[in-house]
């Protein structure tokens, strides 16, 4: 039996090429390692070779470093892209063109010009047209040089808007990542940028320089529960990240408005807020009344002074009224305080009744008495109320009036325009017996004076 080497040798005097071919690159190869070869044969190029010997090891360079025709070995390297320039990274000497390439580089072919800067870019290699595509395809060691350049800047949120304290970068055209702006003022965060919805998170999400401004909702009124009287107004604002009732009313001095303005939990507690109840009492006030013989009622358009005219009796309600002539009686507060009757929906109650004691002349008291309500500030004139009908007739059936402050009504016409009832320290009933005889004594009880709010 013949060896296996005798076979081949025999092969390689006949048709070499019957047993041996340079594998196709997209298909198996002859052999992979010496190993795989026969004793005394070595793996070159994908095929079993004998060095020095038959068959020829084609490009395997021999420890003498000349190859078989007596040249040097060349420089083979692998050119990937095909644009005839090798990978310096991928070489291998060899005594002719080797036709094997490594696994993953099927259709690869081996040139002795090495340079290639990407071998994996056909368009690049030296001497080729530089392209605005942020690569070197001239192989210089500079991409894209030799194009007018504009400034980009970093996007690392891919916002399309740039890090504004970023460095700009000198491009030809944008590359990924790059925008043509620095308006950013998070990088981080693609929910900020110039135009962005404002969020309440204490952040500027718009990049205005403001924080939580704008946000939907904001600056609308808003009660909040948790303080009391005036100081629950506000207006929605952001705090910590969330939307909060903010407050926008703070605790004053107390006035008579119907209103807690000191924030204590008790509405209108200022002193002399809605004056007193029972102006009768004797408690803090005064008593005083005068005939006015000057000054007919029809002229009563402004307070009586306490000096005018000549002294009448008025004590605990009871009045005593002589003579067919204008009549005075007060109650003033005591100590220079004042009342403050701004308070809402307070009404003066007024209730008055009478008894003729003695008179001189015909019995003659229809439309007899009609007394007019007088609030005043010193001798100054606060508010008038006129009644619009008998207010006390002949009889000894007493009346009983509610008069609104703010408005007048019930019978009673307010002639004050917009009265100012905050200084008020004087209340004067005024009245004149009409059509009356020339001498009369009546005792006019005032059965009820004082300020209430209307239930």
Do not use: H
């Not at 991928?90 to 072919?109: D, I, L, N, V």
């Not at 003022?185 to 952040?203: F, K, L, S, T």
């Not at 529960?225 to 939307?243: F, L, N, P, S, Y």
């Not at 109650?331 to 003729?356: C, E, F, Q, Y």
């Amino acid at each position: 039996m013949r060896t296996r080497r005798a076979v081949l040798l025999a092969c390689a005097l006949a048709v070499t090429l019957a047993c041996y071919r340079a594998p196709d690159a997209s298909g198996p190869y002859q052999c992979l390692e010496d190993q795989s070869c026969g004793e005394g044969m070595v793996c070159d190029d994908g095929l079993c070779c004998v060095p020095g010997g038959a068959p020829a090891c084609r490009t395997r360079v021999p420890e003498s470093g000349i190859c078989p025709d007596g040249s040097k070995p060349t420089l083979w390297s692998l050119d990937r892209d095909g644009d005839g320039l090798g990978d310096p990274s991928t070489t291998k000497p060899a005594c002719a063109q080797p036709y094997a390439t490594p696994p993953g580089a099927e259709g690869a072919k081996w040139v002795p010009f090495a340079g290639d800067c990407d071998d994996r870019d056909p368009g690049a290699f030296p001497g080729a047209p530089e392209l605005c595509d942020g690569r070197d395809n001239d192989c210089d060691g500079v991409p894209d040089d030799g194009l007018p350049q504009r400034s980009f800047y970093v996007d690392a949120d891919g916002d399309g808007a740039g890090d504004e304290n970023g460095e700009p970068l000198a491009l030809c055209a944008a590359r990924p990542g790059t925008v043509d702006n620095a308006s950013d003022c998070n990088d981080g965060d693609a929910q900020v940028r110039p135009g962005a919805p404002e969020r309440c998170n204490d952040e500027d999400d718009d990049c205005n320089g403001l924080k939580d401004d704008e946000v939907p909702g904001l600056g609308e009124a808003c009660t909040d529960g948790a303080r009391i009287g005036v100081c629950q107004a506000g207006k929605t604002a952001c705090d910590a990240g969330q939307v909060v009732c903010s407050q926008v009313v703070f605790a004053d001095v107390e006035t008579c408005n119907g209103l807690d303005d000191d924030c204590n939990g008790v509405g209108d507690d200022s002193p002399g807020c809605g004056g007193p109840a029972d102006l009768l009492s004797g408690v803090g006030v005064s008593y005083g009344a005068r005939k006015l013989t000057n000054a007919p009622l029809a002229e009563v358009n402004g307070c009586m002074s306490t000096a005018q005219g000549t002294p009448a009796v008025f004590n605990s309600g009871t009045w005593l009224v002589t003579d067919p002539v204008s009549q005075v009686a007060w109650v003033a507060a005591s100590g220079g305080t004042a009342w403050d009757l701004r308070k809402p929906g307070l009404n003066l109650r007024l209730g008055m009744g009478m008894s003729v004691i003695t008179f001189n002349g015909p019995p003659v008291f229809s439309d007899t008495l009609q007394p007019v309500v007088l609030l005043c500030n010193g001798d100054t004139l606060v508010a008038k109320y006129q009644p619009t009908g008998v207010k006390l007739p002949n009889s000894a059936t007493p009346f009983e009036d509610v008069i609104p402050l703010a408005t007048g009504g019930n019978g009673w016409t307010l002639v004050t325009p917009n009265p100012d009832l905050s200084q008020v320290k004087r209340v004067e009933l005024v009245m004149e017996p009409r059509d009356g005889p020339k001498s009369v004594n009546i005792r006019v009880f005032v059965t009820k004076l004082g300020f209430e709010t209307a239930p």
